[in-house]
């Protein structure tokens, strides 16, 4: 009886292959998932492209998907069904507190907490709570600061353009990655 060796599948923090591009002068993409199909599509095109990729998830398409540690088998198990060989990142996109704490819990290696929407002193008490949670893990994580115009995964926002302050007050926390609000974007 042939004993196989057991593949690890490794999801990577987006910290790492943000670093590396930095270092390398160029992009890498964020593409958000929705279903198997495009999670296939987007993965074989990384690997085409011999680019490293971030999957995003918002927390729609986590419950629609039948939840976050759904979302991470089906991604691993592609990952080693593929053949997949480039960095791959599981995102959580625009993720509430409690969102992003389920995503830690289900295996994704980088999440997204959208505290823009709390007095800035509330969004720097969570998110310090998750830089330290992720922080331990090897997790990244990108917090939020000013809010883009309209509705964005439930949070409403008046498009204004994030204080400078708080930018900093919250990327001092220690994010890997910080979206500050600079009217329809960010």
Wanted: charged residues 20%; negative net charge.
């Amino acid at each position: 009886m042939k004993i196989q060796e057991e593949i690890i599948i490794m999801l990577v923090s987006a910290k790492e292959m943000l670093t590396k591009a930095r270092e390398g002068k160029y992009a890498v993409g964020q593409f958000n998932i929705n279903n198997l199909e495009w999670t296939k599509a987007i993965l074989l095109t990384a690997q085409e492209c011999n680019s490293p990729v971030i999957l995003g998830v918002s927390e729609g398409a986590g419950k629609y998907m039948c939840g976050y540690k759904t979302v991470v088998g089906m991604v691993k198990g592609m990952i080693e069904e593929l053949g997949i060989t480039v960095p791959v990142a599981l995102h959580l996109d625009h993720g509430s507190f409690e969102g992003a704490k389920a995503c830690i819990n289900a295996g994704f290696s980088s999440v997204m907490f959208d505290g823009s929407h709390y007095p800035i002193e509330e969004n720097i008490a969570k998110t310090t709570a998750l830089v330290n949670a992720c922080d331990v893990l090897g997790i990244s994580l990108e917090a939020e600061v000013g809010s883009i115009g309209g509705e964005e995964d439930g949070v409403i926002g008046a498009g204004e353009c994030a204080d400078p302050k708080e930018c900093k007050q919250i990327a001092d926390l220690g994010v890997t990655m910080l979206a500050a609000g600079i009217g329809n974007i960010h």
